[in-house]
């Protein structure tokens, strides 16, 4: 009944690592110098910390081929900076390429930095892989060294989703929203489970407060429209299509939807007008 979408904004999903805060000094002077200059000969540029920041804000600004090399460059300067492999995994995964991600987030763990931060990247890529069951142990294994990491507990929901294993979807879903309430993805896939299982009143009021935590998540517009639709509220489902082709005009599947609730509001509207003659 509902299209399940489980992506969302680019930096909800990836988790960074800073610099070694014993160089920190060193640290800021570089994103000074390298606001002012660019990416060019500031003098450190044969230290790992001046290619990581490098990557950071050029990843930052989507430049995202830019910011592989400067990690690769980085890599040149530390070959096994689990930083530096984590947050080249996040730009892999930005790119789509998924396997390769995985590869520098194993990389990060297998240099020592196997903290919740590169545990919780392995799980999530995994869950994007589509492994769900190994993505749940790594989920776990990151949220048992942080109980404080929601996009652990996030990805493990999800994942138990997938697995059609509600109870254990529910209840980390809360975990990751008591930590944040307002992760609107976790609220829009909660909405998903209580949908899947047919509680349709929970639904409308988790979708409702996904939509409150990001009036523009189509994903959100469009489950909502499609319970809507399922209980013939057919006109409410039309505004709610609507937000979706507003936020995302080239959303097809939306659009075909919003063709379908519009011929049977109208018919409503007609039966209702012949009733009242």
Known sequence: MSRLVFSGEKRKGLLFILPDTQRLFQSILIVILFNQVGVADIGMDDSYEYWFLAGMLLHQEGRLSEAKEAYEQGLVCDP?????LNNLGNVLSDQGNHTGALARY?????????????LGNIGRTLFLLGEYDKAIEM???????DTQNSIAWYYAATAYYELNQYEKAIEYFHKALALNQSFALAWNNLGNVHMQRGEYDEAFKVYNKALDSDRNLTQA???????????KRYCESVRAFEEVMRIKPDDMDAQERLRVA???????????????E
């Open 139 to 145: 989920c776990l294994e990151a949220t048992a060294l």
């Open 80 to 84: 096994n900076n689990s930083a530096l």
């Open 221 to 231: 517009w469009y489950n909502r429209g499609v319970l809507l639709f399922a209980t």
């Open 106 to 118: 194993e990389a990060a763990r297998d240099s020592g930095g196997g903290d919740s931060v590169i």
């Open 262 to 276: 519009r011929d049977e509001c109208e018919a409503d509207a007609t039966l209702l007008t012949g009733s009242l």
